[in-house]
């Protein structure tokens, strides 16, 4: 088929048109032209060309390696499937190098709709199913379903699921966003369907064309515009070639020198993975190669071009599978569908990741391992004499691919007596590689007990470079009969001599994945035995498949005190999803302006000898390099944020790999990071870094940590705890451990210093700009007043930009300082999580004393925090303040610890030691209940603290609002009881398949803390309309939402006439950070005071009018009336500490029932009931939004966010999407109900309302919970009921590991 005549020379090019051609390309960007010419870099990413060059900001990014989905645009492309056709679907702008982009159509979210022109439905929807909070991944979450929309014209609520597999919210928890969308499907529920139209209504646009309602169906349409030529450009030296057929390919490929690096451009999202594998001298785009994409299916053969996309190959395979011969493409095509995700499907080919597996034969592909399950033949063309010769995979594998391409694939139908079954476990449900892939390929006899006619092969991935076959297994099972009781254990003891998987720190560990391919290899074997098996052992035959998602939130309307109260969309939700809505580095490049990257340490422990940047001096485009050494002030950002100083740049000692040692700063960020590999620093008495708690302990870096009640560093007492142990019945001990969490907020931490005529102007992602002011203040040793400071607004904090912010601001104002000109500092994500720590890790020791019905008498724990390399943010101290939870006990001794690490210093995250104070004593209850062989429920409930109870570190109780309203009403909402005896039953009848249900108490004691905050509420004459200018940050928690209604209600002035402004220092001056749940709460208290103290003016205004008989004016005349009457209309207030209302409770449950596979630890978190107390909600549906988002971060922390080390140097191996995995919006509840407390209210707070942004989060670990009952009855079947301890978080493999799976039971 590829007989093709190479004709040397080349002159299929036509050298000619080359030469005349400008060293350009041409794309539509928005319906408009653009040209990228050779001044830009031939590695620019089309997401910094669409931000930086055309200006477009509402396409974000944070990855860049397309894991986030943040940067998410349409694209319509040329299709060579057909002539002049084209296709659309969304890529990942990070992913795109914009010379590829060629003749290509890209639509940007600021395309669908904006303010002007009205708002797309995709976006009014998202808006108006509050499927927003910080906005920051807003635009990409519009675009992928855009895409979706326009690549498969009619969508399905299942397709709108899983179209949003690569794109990570932090704060939503993804069900708003899902369900917004799932309106929009043909099949979404009528509920949904019947909430948008009122949506519509509120967002209702007049189209400026017609004059009539907006309907989005003028929404542009976005067609490539520049017709495919043959092309070369040169580019900075790098050679760019667009060829159109594979002669021409051929020919590029042959007049190559030696040594030239070539990269044959498919989706080139294979930089995502392997980033290094640059830089090239020469690209070669496929784009417009017939040969490359055309689709064959002839009989008894499917072909598919070499770069089809992975997407279209799942197409052909669904289509295929309904002929003869062809039926396993439908196991393909299903496997195929959780590679990558969406984004990277759409455009990333099979060439392309087959030759990954080529350069990297550690890469666990799950494309190579299930075409070669499929014994796919690879069309390779020779450059050389252009002579195509089939091979197969693993002949590929050992191919020499100098100057040849892969053309096609090729695949042959298969026996009908053929089975093919693939697998992928991976630790996130979607979006994640592979911790262990396998195929199997049985030929079997049905009628003769499955008998193995051939060899089979059983194929692994993820074992180490060289593994693919357990070739002993595969003799072995030649001949055999499936069905033959022990054949799967004997077959597992052999892969059990095989099957030798490496030991990387950043992997699984071995015994998990060598356990994995003996679950799996048995997993095929049921699955192909089908009916065959015992009823017992089919639960071992499929995976987990995830049901389409429903939820239900309820909650009390309270209308009498509307707009407070009432769920109204967010202030700004609308300009979030249009990418209106601006963040700091979002800020238009100014003249002059320079990029800085951080100068990062290698290694964890030691002193700097010295800091050669002389080469990286010499790159052209590198302005300056500055280090501690250049710091004009004190070389510490914490002026108040703690007693520690945190250096700017290490100074002679460094205490953490990634930790900044210096800025280079450059005129592109390209450059500037260049040079920033290129600065040598020399180390000496370079020290083992200390990584855990246990070796901090044993290396004696440990100090109490304080009390909170008494402010001492000291441990908290209650009662006699000796005494009370001498009384209990029984007394249990034990330990576990919490990991890291880091914030991950969407939006990295970003800053721009610029030199104004009397010092700074700053913009940066923080939420405390008063701290910015200072700290920047210290550093260049001047006065705070040189300092300007504004935030808008940032993209997600949950703690990590209260002082973190400062190391980007400071690092730029030394910059800005040193060079006299604008100084950006940008993380990328890399940078972001090596530079700053998270959630401190924690220890907890136990022991308690109880009754026989578990009822504690006396407990006595040890809270270790790892608060990294300063102890500024350690957060024991509030571990041990929450660990009482709901619970009573007459006696505690709570002892505090804090050690240090050579890890980024930990900071305060969302509930930060709360969490674990929680965590630990549900641990403890579990652990109790299990001694006494209670039911876990019953042993909480009998601990629940009664009214009046005394607390650790909190006024006594006044009301066990858990036990008392919540209590009965999950379990009667949940039916729990009924559900308890159906997850018993599916117990009994399924050995492979395990169910757990598990409710959890919550109580928050949430007292005012000495934070102040400076509000200003201005009303303005012309026309009655209001602006608010507070000190808090919104950071997505809905601040200025709430401001904006409670100001609403106290002026009476319509929600649409008030504003809210950007904090500065100077209209904001001294407000504390926005960084404890309680601060909105003061921010509003605030905000009421100021308005009400305006309100009273303007009431006595309109008295004294009325007096005069004329009050009765409208608002604006009213307002004009006191302005030309000397009335201030403007209000400051400062809110003092004094007036603060008492401490209070905030209460909360949750039922979870998950399942688990226990042979590879996969789970699914079935459904979740949860009930939190808001009092009387302030705005329901931002409520509802905190409490999932909350409870969803909880959830990583809980099970899937584990960060691994280098031991040796100390380096943050999980620093990307890659290895460290959030929750997707595949890993939620399946099936999430929210109840806001009925009949709440709160003699404390603001209007009666209770806080709501940190406590949802603790109630995650009642999936935990729910997970260790699930394991608990798997472990039954090896008679193994001997307490075990879980560590968090509770991944994947810790589960398959717990469940103890053992081959000796694999029978059939
Ligand atoms: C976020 C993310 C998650 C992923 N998850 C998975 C996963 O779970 N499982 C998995 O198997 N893969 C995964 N991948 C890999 C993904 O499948 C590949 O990135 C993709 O298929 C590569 O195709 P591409 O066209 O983009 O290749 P490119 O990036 O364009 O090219 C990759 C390599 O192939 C070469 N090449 C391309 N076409 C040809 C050709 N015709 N002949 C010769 N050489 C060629 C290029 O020179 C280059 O060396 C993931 C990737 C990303 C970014
Ligand atoms: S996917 Fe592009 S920035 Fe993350
Ligand atoms: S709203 Fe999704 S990341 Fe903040």
Redesign the pocket.
């Known amino acids: 088929m590829y007989s093709l005549r190479h004709r040397r020379g080349g002159n299929e090019m036509k050298d000619k048109e080359v030469r005349e051609e400008a060293e350009s390309v041409q794309l539509m960007i928005n319906d408009s032209p653009y040209t990228v010419d050779a001044t830009l870099s031939p590695t620019t990413k089309l997401v910094d060309f669409l931000r930086a060059t055309a200006g477009l900001t509402g396409t974000k990014a944070l990855c860049r390696?397309?894991?986030c989905g943040a940067c998410t645009v349409v694209a319509t492309v040329p299709d060579p499937e057909s002539e002049g056709g084209t296709k659309t679907f969304s890529i990942q702008a990070c992913?795109q190098l914009v010379y590829a982009c060629n003749g290509w159509s890209i639509e940007t979210v600021e395309h669908l709709g904006d303010r002007y022109n009205g708002y797309h439905p995709i976006q009014q929807s998202l808006a108006g199913f509050y499927g927003t909070q910080c906005g920051y991944c807003s635009p990409g979450m519009v675009m992928t379903m855009y895409g979706q929309q326009k690549s498969s014209g009619a969508l399905t609520a299942s397709q709108v699921e899983k179209a949003l597999d690569g794109n990570l919210c932090r704060c939503t928890g993804y069900r708003p966003v899902i369900e917004a969308f799932k309106a929009l499907a043909d099949d979404g529920a009528k509920a949904l369907k019947n909430k948008l139209v009122d949506i519509e209504d509120a967002f209702k646009t007049t189209c400026p064309k017609t004059g009539k309602r907006c309907t989005g169906s003028c929404s542009p349409k976005g067609t490539a515009t520049v017709p495919a030529r043959e092309r070369e450009i040169t580019v900075q030296g790098v050679r760019w070639f667009y060829p159109t057929s594979l002669l021409s390919v051929y020919s590029i490929l042959d007049q190559l020198t030696e040594g030239e690096k070539?990269?044959?451009?498919?989706?080139?999202?294979?930089?995502?993975?392997y980033k290094n594998?640059g830089p090239f001298d020469v690209y070669i785009d496929?784009r417009n190669v017939p040969e490359?994409h055309t689709v064959e299916e002839i009989s008894g053969e499917v072909t598919l071009g070499?770069?089809v996309s992975?997407g279209r190959a799942i197409e052909v395979f669904e289509q295929a599978a309904g002929n003869p011969g062809f039926q396993h493409l439908q196991e393909l095509a299903k496997h195929w569908g959780v590679?990558?995700?969406v984004a990277?499907r759409n455009?990333?080919?099979?060439?392309?990741?087959l030759?990954?597996k080529h350069?990297h034969p550690d890469f666990?592909?799950?494309?190579f391992l299930t075409l070669l399950a499929a014994d796919a033949q690879l069309a390779i063309g020779n450059s050389q004499d252009a002579s195509v010769a089939y091979v197969s995979l693993e002949d590929f594998l050992l191919t020499d691919?100098q100057k040849k391409?892969?053309?096609a694939v090729k695949l042959l139908s298969l026996a009908a007596d053929t089975r093919i079954r693939t697998f992928?476990i991976t630790p996130r449900a979607v979006?994640?590689?592979?911790y262990v892939n396998a195929a199997f390929r049985f030929q079997v006899d049905e009628n003769d007990g499955f008998l193995v006619k051939s060899k089979p092969l059983v194929l692994y991935g993820g074992i180490n470079p060289n593994f693919i076959h357990a070739a002993n297994t595969e003799e072995f099972l030649n001949g055999r009969r499936l069905t033959e009781q022990g054949l799967l254990t004997e077959a597992a003891g052999i892969l059990a001599t095989e099957v030798l998987p490496d030991s990387l720190p950043q992997d699984s560990s071995p015994a998990y994945r060598l356990s994995l391919t003996q679950s799996l290899l048995y997993k095929a074997v049921i699955s192909i035995v089908g009916s065959e098996a015992s009823l017992q052992n089919q639960s071992a035959a499929t995976v987990i498949e995830r049901p389409v998602s429903s939820s239900k939130q309820t909650f009390d309307e309270n209308p009498e005190m509307w707009p407070v109260g009432k769920p109204i969309p967010k202030v700004e939700s609308i300009m979030q999803v249009a990418g209106e809505a601006t963040f700091t580095n979002d800020e238009p490049t100014q003249p002059h302006e320079l990029h800085g990257v951080f100068i990062q340490s290698s290694v964890g422990s030691a002193d700097i000898v010295s800091i050669d940047t002389s080469e990286a001096l010499n790159l052209p485009g590198v302005v300056a390099v500055v280090t501690a050494a250049d710091i004009p002030g004190v070389n510490d950002f914490a002026a108040e944020a703690g007693t520690e100083v945190e250096e700017v740049f290490a100074s002679g000692k460094v205490l953490y790999a990634g930790q900044g040692i210096g800025l280079v700063i450059a005129e592109s960020h390209e450059v500037a990071s260049q040079a920033s590999a290129k600065v040598k620093v020399e180390y000496a008495n370079t020290q083992t870094p200390i990584l855990t708690i246990k070796d901090a302990l044993d290396n004696g870096n440990v100090q109490p940590d304080y009390n909170l009640v008494t402010g001492k560093r000291e441990a908290v007492r209650v009662g006699d705890v000796e005494a009370g142990f001498k009384a209990a019945p029984h007394v249990i001990e034990g330990e576990f451990d919490m990991g890291f969490q880091f914030h991950f907020p969407l939006e990295p931490l970003a800053a721009r210093v610029t030199p104004i005529e009397d010092g700074y102007d700053v913009v940066v992602t923080s939420i405390w700009p008063a701290e910015v002011q200072s700290s920047i203040a210290q550093v260049l040793g001047i006065d705070a007043n040189s300092i300007n400071t504004a935030v808008r607004r940032v993209g997600g904090s949950f703690g990590g930009k209260i002082s973190r912010a400062h190391v980007v601001s400071t690092a730029a104002a030394v910059g800005a300082w040193k060079t006299h000109r604008p100084v950006r500092v940008a993380l990328d994500l890399r940078a972001f999580i090596t530079l700053v720590g998270g959630r401190d890790p924690f220890y907890s020791k136990y022991k308690v004393g109880f009754d026989d019905f578990g009822k504690l008498e006396s407990v006595d724990i040890d809270i270790v925090s790892d608060s990294g390399c300063s102890a500024n943010e350690a957060s024991a101290g509030l571990g041990a303040a929450f660990v009482s939870n709901a619970y009573y006990s007459p006696n505690w001794l709570l002892k505090p610890f804090v050690v240090t690490t050579n890890t980024p210093s930990n900071t305060f995250m969302r509930s930060p030691g709360i969490f674990q104070g929680i965590v630990t004593i549900e641990s403890i209850m579990d652990h109790i209940a299990h001694y006494l062989g209670r039911d876990p429920l019953q042993v909480r409930e009998v601990n629940l603290a009664p009214a009046g109870a005394e607390r650790p570190s909190a006024d006594p109780i006044v009301k066990n609002v858990f036990q008392e309203d919540i209590l009965p009403l999950l379990k009667e909402s949940a039916e729990y009881e009924l559900r308890l005896a159906e997850v018993d039953a599916f117990n009994q009848a399924n050995r492979w398949r395990k169910k757990g249900i598990a409710i959890m108490p919550m109580c928050f004691n949430l007292g005012y803390p000495d934070f102040r905050f400076g509000v200003l509420v201005n009303i303005y004459s012309h026309d009655g309309s209001v602006s608010i200018a507070h000190g808090g940050i919104e950071m997505g928690q809905g601040l200025n939402t709430k401001a904006v209604q409670v100001a609403s209600y106290i002026l009476g002035v319509p929600v649409a006439k008030i504003k809210v402004k950007a904090t500065s220092t100077t209209t904001n001056a001294n407000s504390s950070h926005q960084g404890a749940t309680v601060c909105s709460d003061i921010v509003l208290l605030g905000v009421k005071r100021a308005c009400e103290n305006l309100r009273a003016r303007l009431d006595s205004a309109r008295g004294k009018l009325s007096e005069a008989g004329g009050g009765d004016v409208s608002w604006a005349e009213l307002v004009r009336i006191c302005k030309s009457s000397d009335v201030d209309l403007s209000e400051r207030i400062w809110t003092k500490t004094t007036e603060y209302p008492d401490a209070y409770d905030i209460w909360g449950g949750a039922c979870a029932e998950v399942e688990v596979d226990v042979l590879t630890g996969q789970y699914l978190i079935r459904r979740v009931d949860l009930i939190e107390d808001c009092g009387k909600s302030l705005s329901p549906y931002i409520d509802i939004g905190q409490i999932e988002g909350g409870f969803v971060m909880g959830l990583g922390f809980c099970t899937s966010e584990k960060v691994k080390f280098n031991a040796e140097t100390g380096e943050k191996l999980s620093n990307g999407?890659?290895e460290y995995k959030p929750p997707s919006a595949l890993d939620i509840p399946v099936d999430l109900r929210v109840t806001i407390l009925p009949n709440s209210s709160n003699t404390s707070g603001v209007l009666r309302a209770k806080a709501t942004g940190e406590p949802p989060l603790n109630l995650a670990f009642a999936v935990v919970m729910a997970l260790r009952k699930a394991i608990s009855a798997a472990r039954a079947h090896r008679s193994r009921v001997e307490w075990f301890k879980i560590d968090t978080p509770l991944t994947v493999e810790q589960i398959q590991q717990l469940c103890l799976v053992d081959p000796q039971d694999f029978s059939v």
């Not at 455009?347 to 392309?352: K, L, M, R």
């Open positions: 390696e397309g894991g992913q070539v990269r044959v451009v498919g989706g080139n999202t294979g930089q995502g993975v594998d496929t490359f070499a770069n992975l590679v990558a995700n990277v455009i990333g080919s099979i060439a392309g990741n030759m990954m350069a666990p592909s799950d494309i691919m391409v892969v053309v992928k979006n994640a590689h592979a999407t890659w």
